[in-house]
């Protein structure tokens, strides 16, 4: 199966593979050429599943002699022949080799493939005379000798034409002398080489170039060639400017040297001259350099390119500087090259002065005498304290460490202020261009500060710099001071203080603790979707019942809970309204025929799911983290709890419940002992008695079912019926028991796993003992006529 082809044609050597299949055979566009074919394809050679045809083209097609006028498969050692030439099939493996020639091209040594050699060898016929004897036979060993060396050489000749490949070396231009070093037998069969693979060293010389010496690596293939190029040696240039020298002569943007240049060794070929000089208008050319060490010489007239301009000064005597350089001093008539140029004059004891202008090669000029004023004097000013204001004659110049200009021979009076400090004068009178420093030292104000803090013992600071601890009286300058109080476990207190000449102060500061001042950044009350909710500060609590209070349940298991961070926590439930904000659609029906859906009751009727999804709702709108995600298609809690809102823990109700602002927990939501006060709360009483399968006896709070939010006094937190109206999901999964009920819990948010949901608080239709105590625990996961929730949410 042919992978790969080689041809060889009047214009050289090609390799191809198998994509670049079908080969044209034609004139120059062709990939097989032919001299003498213009325009034209004589035949097509593709391949077919491995094998190859040709395919006749616009002139007539012979293979083997025989005409062709369609598709043709082709084999080893078939002749091609066409009006312009011919060409021949080899096989070398799996490669195709086709050599082409034309008719008018010189006879090339034939290509080694498998299918033909180099030259056949013909057998020598023997006969031996008859009779001739032993004599006869002991002289022909020199002849057996002789053919026996002849078949040596001629079978070494035979490897070496068969491991051999023809080179053509071509030298640009061809050199006097040249020789191909690394072997010694590198024989020339129509002025190619014949040279086994390997590496090859080609040395050339020729007058005028730099010696060649060049390598090759002869490879496996046949008919190669290789193009070297000789380099000629620089030429040598002389560029000379008239009268005019040390103009600059530059080769490409390099700098070769100054007129007059001689025999500077420039490489052959095309390069840009450049020569300038200053006050002159710059020549530049292209120029050809033959090279070969061959000299050329260049005479270059640059144009003048300035002007005389008479420049004058008063005083006279002041050095003129033209665009930075030096030229002189006045009087002068400068020349200046042409173009816009910055004149400036200097003289010791004078301000420098300065003047852009105009130069046109050829044209005179005479500027206006330069007026130089007199220099100011310097005066540098430092004091102690530092960061003084510093004024001259009335007018602020700064604060020290100051550096000041001043004119020169006249007095100017100096004033030096700051606060806490005595202010200090000066006059001072400073020579042209003379240097002064003064150092002045202010004398302080004092003033008495007393500090006392609790605790005592905490650490004073005054302007950042420790002074001891607090119940010191402190000497200060009278001017504003920074004081700081600072002790672990506190926050640090700071204040301003201006001491008063002759009269003492006194500074009282009570630290906070890191929590207390924490909560005190905190606002007291945000407003949210769901109403207000109220800053909580965390505290120690013990949850559950103990067993012999009348109506304990089992599942009130004491457990000892603290909690560390703030929270907030709605004021009261979620209103239907609130709640119709995130779902417009739902309704809390009807209960007895009694509405439950109106905007100020909360709302009822909701699964802990969609409790949860409310607070995502409201976490969104206010751009805080989300407290739920998302998974298996129901929302759990993240842990760790961020800031997003959510359901309050079983422990936060708890605490704002029964613990926290009073002495004691307490046993029901109004205090420890039954029956309710009026107005105590929303629960079942008479007048929901036809409704409610149990109802407190002589009670009657106005409302049949749910009450509006808020219609009933708040506990000593602020926050309203969390003891009826309406009972309320909470964040914790249910356990009907803790796992470890003495192991204390910081912050508990309960299970991380579960079914059902805590429920906390009494309704409207509860009126038992057990169910109206702020102990009692519920638990569930849908809805129910008599069941909202409030929200809640950490402070940071």
């Not at 050339?204 to 190029?229: H, K, M, W």
């Not at 965390?538 to 109506?551: A, I, P």
């Not at 509006?708 to 999901?729: C, I, M, Q, T």
């Not at 192991?743 to 299970?751: H, K, M, T």
Request: hydrophobic fraction near 40%; aromatic fraction near 6%.
């Amino acid at each position: 199966m042919i992978d790969a082809a080689y041809s060889r044609d009047d214009r050289g050597e090609r390799h191809f593979r198998v994509e670049d299949f079908p080969l044209d055979i034609g004139g120059d566009t062709a990939a097989i050429r032919l001299d003498g074919v213009d325009g034209i394809t004589v035949a097509r050679i593709g391949i077919h599943e491995g094998r190859a045809f040709v395919t006749p083209g616009d002139s007539g097609l012979h293979v083997n002699g025989k005409a062709v006028s369609g598709s043709r498969w082709l084999s080893a050692g078939d002749t091609l022949t066409f009006d312009a030439g011919r060409l021949v099939v080899h096989r070398r493996g799996e490669r195709l080799e086709l050599h082409a020639r034309s008719n008018s091209a010189p006879e090339l040594p034939p290509a080694k493939g498998d299918d033909e050699s180099w030259e056949t060898v013909q057998p020598v016929a023997f006969h031996p005379e008859r009779g001739a004897g032993v004599a006869a036979r002991s002289g022909s060993r020199p002849v057996v000798a002789a053919l026996v060396a002849v078949f040596a050489v001629l079978a070494a000749a035979a490897w070496f034409l068969f491991t051999a490949n023809s080179v053509n070396v071509i030298i640009e231009p061809q050199p006097a002398e040249m020789a191909i070093e690394g072997t010694l037998f590198k024989p020339r069969v129509g002025g190619r080489y014949l040279l086994r693979p390997g590496e090859y060293r080609v040395v050339a010389e020729l007058e005028g170039y730099r010696p060649l010496d060049e390598t090759i690596e002869v490879g496996l293939s046949a008919n190669q060639q290789f193009a070297l190029q000789m380099e000629k040696l620089p030429g040598l240039l002389s560029v000379s400017s008239g009268e005019l020298s040390g103009a600059e002569v530059l080769i490409d943007g390099e700098l070769i040297g100054t007129t007059p240049l001689s025999d500077a060794e420039v490489s052959a070929g095309l390069h840009r001259l450049l020569v300038r000089a200053r006050n002159h208008l710059q020549h530049e050319q292209e120029i050809e350099i033959a090279g070969l060490l061959e000299s050329q010489s260049l005479n270059i007239t640059l144009q003048p390119n300035w002007a005389p301009v008479d420049l004058a000064s008063e005083p006279a005597g002041a050095t003129v500087a033209v665009d930075g350089v030096a030229v002189g001093t006045t009087p002068i008539t400068a020349e200046i090259e042409a173009g816009d140029r910055e004149v400036s004059l200097s003289l010791a004891g004078y301000d420098t002065e300065s003047r852009l202008i105009n130069v046109v090669a050829g044209e005179a000029q005479v500027l206006e005498p330069f007026v130089l004023p007199v220099a100011d004097g310097r005066l540098s000013v430092a004091t102690t304290p530092g960061a003084v204001n510093v004024s001259v004659n009335g007018k602020f110049r700064g604060r020290t460490p100051l550096e000041l200009e001043l004119e020169p021979n006249q007095e100017h009076r100096l004033a030096l202020a700051k606060p806490g400090y005595e202010t200090a004068s000066r006059r001072v009178t400073v020579a042209p261009e003379e240097t002064q420093s003064l150092n002045v030292r202010l004398q302080p104000i004092i003033g008495s500060v007393r500090v006392v803090a609790s605790p005592a013992d905490a650490e004073l600071y005054v302007d950042g710099v420790r002074r001891g601890t607090a119940g010191q009286v402190l000497e200060l300058t009278a001017a504003p001071h920074r004081i700081e109080l600072r002790k672990n476990g506190y926050a640090t207190h700071t204040e301003t203080v201006t001491p008063r000449r002759g009269l003492e102060q006194s500074l009282t500061v009570v630290l906070k603790t890191v929590a207390e001042a924490a909560a005190a950044e905190l606002p007291a009350k945000i407003d949210t979707p769901a109403g207000k909710l109220r800053l909580i500060q965390g505290g120690s609590l013990r949850m559950g019942s103990v067993r012999r209070e009348q109506g304990r349940r089992s599942n009130e298991v004491r457990r000892d809970v603290e909690l560390t961070r703030e929270f907030y926590i709605g004021e009261t439930e979620v209103t239907n309204a609130a709640f119709r904000e995130f779902m417009g659609e739902h309704s809390s029906g009807f209960v007895g025929g009694i509405s439950l859906d109106g905007d100020d009751q909360p709302v009822v009727r909701v699964s802990w799911q969609l409790a949860a999804r409310f607070c995502n709702w409201m976490s969104d709108r206010d751009g805080l983290p989300k407290a739920y995600i998302d998974r298996d298609g129901r929302l759990v809690a993240v842990r760790p709890m961020n800031t997003g809102y959510r359901l309050p823990s079983e422990a936060e109700w708890a605490w704002v419940a029964r613990f926290a602002g009073g002495p004691q927990p307490l046993r029901y939501p109004w205090g420890d002992s039954l029956p309710p006060p009026a107005g105590a709360g929303n629960f079942a009483d008479n007048a929901s008695a036809s409704i409610v399968a149990q109802h407190l006896d002589n009670y009657d709070d106005g409302f049949p079912v749910t009450a509006p939010v808020g219609s009933f006094a708040a506990n000593r937190l602020g926050l309203k019926d969390l003891g009826g109206n309406v009972s309320e999901w909470t964040h914790d999964y249910y356990e009907l028991n803790p796992i470890d009920p003495f192991l204390s819990l910081v912050d508990p948010l309960g299970p991380e796993f579960g079914d059902r949901h805590v429920i906390r608080g009494a309704s409207w239709m509860k009126g038992n003992i057990s169910e109206l105590r702020s102990a009692f625990r519920d638990s569930g996961a849908q809805g129910r006529p008599d069941l909202g929730f409030r929200v809640a949410r950490y402070a940071r």
